[in-house]
């Protein structure tokens, strides 16, 4: 490496000039306080978002206010303001690439999500993204839908219904003009990578020379069990010897300039602009991973950070996070040696910038999300069905609602489906599902029935898209899997805990028309259910039996705190459930509420007997401006809940 202690820069106004105004860099030396550009050396600007989870619009709630330095705060979010950020941070810079560590679509803004995430890829496109890595959200349908459609544009199975949409230039979805990889996601079965595992770019150093700059992407270890992107057929390698293992490839390979994308986060304080105290998976791999990686971006718990860490071997390297929802962009800028190709690691400099509201949003990308907007408002009045009543969450003395009831059918119906086109290959037979269950009001988490599905009387019952898809869902799946009778009995039995002072809590459970059963009222917790008082199809519950359950995958995964269900075999996926609910809406036609008759109590008129009193939260549906139902659910979570459940320290990941 040449000598840099003595020599003078040329310092140049262009992205470290502006970023002063708005926030700290991260240096990783004082040298590189003193240099915009460095003549002698190759310049690379790396431009990252992550999260975007499809939010064209703009950030929401909460997540459109970000703090800087000296508490700062700003109006964040909007890909029409986003792509005018990164025309100026592009501005004269020979080699800026722009990628993403994740989770850029399969998220809740409707705009996006009621067009199977197309106009998000339509958005990236526009905005010239150059590659991303797979994020767990990119698995929240299937490997296969995002290999096949979402890359390569193929159609399923309804072209202008179910996908293959007509974007704002008049033209069907034709996919990503960008790749994805993952260098931890493999097929269960045959251990084969699912994506690329890296790419090396060549970038310009001039005079007809070119130089590689390496990269290597990380899917969150676990997403195939994790509950959007429960995929049974997948499976996640270790980050950290997957990253060193493709470190050192990439070394054989000549490249001497390593970055790693990584679905994977950490905590490193509150304010965009700096990183203080930081802890999670992915600090703890920045700590250990290959010094030969000279960059660490990261994503997947919505935080923003940017700061310098040394490797292994003592020397500094970025390691950042972009926040999520389109809040910032992050550039680092590296400094090649144009004779080895490595990178100057004293002269690196990185920095958060706000995508404030506050500039001229760039046009094409403001038509975009305007023409989705609009298409949108369309498909949302759209009627997909009739009800002759109201379904309501208000429950009988039982614990049962006829909004209830309706979507334990609906789980039921949905795990009796067929795999589709776009569904992942699988070994196990799919085995209709026999009986199905809904947490309504689970210990822990959200319910999946987000609200009731009222009767418009001016429409005579019609029944609209966004009536159905703001009804149900996390925009998780229904599963099929195999348990036994005694699990099934177990888990009735679950609803019922003790609580402080002696109270009672009662978590009931929604079951499908096939199922009825009674509860003793004076009965003790966990003895209050007889499975011979147990019918499903009319006969009696066989504890040795083994049946083929649905529900939503976070009950299955004792996400709701029903620990029966551990250790089913078998699982099977289904379609993410609002998605799923709205073909159940259309396959019935016509919605009529079934007679509250599943649950029966007895031993009621007793001396101490009690039903118990409701837990858990019933009302899920955000407002509008309020975060997206699944971050309400984990935010409420117990420590190491949902998909962060592996992570140290009991941290809870946001998504």
Not at 384 to 413: C, K, P
């Amino acid at each position: 490496m040449r000598d840099i202690g003595r020599r003078s820069f040329f310092t140049a106004a262009g992205a470290l000039a502006t970023a002063s105004a708005i926030g700290s860099n991260a240096y990783a030396t004082g040298h590189a306080r003193d240099a915009a550009t460095a003549d002698e050396y190759v310049d690379v600007q790396l431009l990252n978002i992550t999260d975007l989870h499809g939010y064209l619009q703009g950030a929401p709630g909460a997540h459109s206010r970000i703090t800087g330095a000296g508490g700062k705060t700003y109006t964040v979010g909007g890909v029409a303001y986003l792509a005018a950020h990164l025309e100026r941070l592009r501005d004269g810079r020979r080699n800026s690439l722009f990628f993403a560590p994740g989770d850029l679509f399969s998220g809740w803004e409707f705009d996006a999500a009621a067009f199977s995430d197309e106009p998000t890829i339509e958005a990236l496109n526009a905005m010239g993204m150059d590659f991303a890595s797979a994020g767990n959200h990119e698995f929240d349908k299937s490997a296969r839908f995002l290999t096949e459609h979402m890359e390569d544009g193929g159609g399923f199975p309804v072209v202008g219904r179910d996908d293959d949409f007509v974007d704002s230039t008049g033209h069907r979805f034709a996919g990503a003009r960008f790749p994805y990889y993952s260098a931890n996601t493999i097929w269960r079965d045959t251990g084969e990578l699912v994506l690329a595992p890296y790419n090396i770019v060549e970038v310009d150093a001039g005079r007809g020379r070119r130089l590689p700059v390496g990269f290597i992407h990380l899917t969150a270890i676990g997403t195939e069990s994790f509950p959007g992107s429960y995929q049974p057929g997948l499976r996640t390698l270790d980050e950290l010897e997957t990253a060193n293992r493709c470190a050192a490839e990439l070394r054989s390979r000549g490249v001497r300039a390593i970055v790693l994308s990584m679905h994977d986060g950490a905590v490193a304080g509150s304010d965009f602009t700096s990183g203080k105290n930081p802890s999670g998976p992915a600090y703890e791999l920045a700590l250990r991973a290959s010094p030969h990686i000279d960059a660490i971006v990261t994503g997947h718990w919505h935080n923003a950070f940017t700061m310098m860490l040394p490797d292994p071997d003592g020397r500094p390297r970025p390691f950042v996070e972009a926040g999520c929802y389109g809040q910032m962009v992050n550039e680092i800028n590296l400094r090649l040696d144009p004779d080895t190709g490595a990178v100057i690691r004293e002269l690196t400099t990185s920095v958060n910038h706000p995508n404030t509201r506050d500039v001229t949003p760039d046009p094409e990308l403001k038509e975009i999300a305007t023409y989705w907007a609009d298409r949108a408002s369309r498909r949302a009045r759209s009627p997909i069905g009739t009800q002759t009543a109201s379904f309501t969450r208000r429950g009988n003395a039982q614990g049962e609602s006829t909004m209830g009831d309706l979507v334990a059918d609906w789980a039921l119906w949905a795990g009796r489906q067929p795999l589709g086109p776009m569904d992942d290959p699988t070994d196990r037979p799919d085995t209709p599902a026999q009986l199905a269950v809904i947490a309504l009001a689970p210990r822990v988490g959200q319910t999946v029935i987000a609200g009731d599905l009222l009767r418009d009387e001016e429409t005579d019952g019609t029944v609209t898209f966004a009536q159905a898809w703001n009804a149900v869902g996390f925009g998780d799946p229904i599963l099929t899997v195999t348990v036994s009778g005694r699990q099934i009995h177990d888990a009735l039995e679950e609803q019922w805990a003790p609580t402080t002072g002696g109270g009672l809590g009662f978590s009931p459970l929604a079951v499908s028309g096939n199922v009825r059963y009674t509860f003793d009222a004076a009965g003790a917790v966990g003895r209050r259910v007889d499975p011979a008082d147990v019918f499903i199809d009319g006969r009696p519950l066989d504890l040795k039996r083994r049946y083929r359950l649905a529900a939503p995958s976070y009950t299955l995964i004792n996400q709701d705190g029903f620990s029966a269900f551990t250790g089913f075999t078998a699982p099977v996926r289904h379609t993410r459930d609002f998605e799923s609910f709205i073909a159940f809406v259309r396959a019935r036609e016509e919605l009529v509420p079934a007679p509250l008759d599943r649950v029966a109590v007895k031993n009621a008129h007793l001396r101490g007997a009690r039903t118990g009193t409701l837990t858990g939260r019933r009302q899920l549906l955000p407002d509008a401006g309020m975060v997206p139902r699944p971050e309400v659910a984990l935010r409420t979570a117990r420590p190491g809940g949902a998909e962060g459940q592996r992570a140290p320290g009991g941290f809870r990941v946001p998504c």
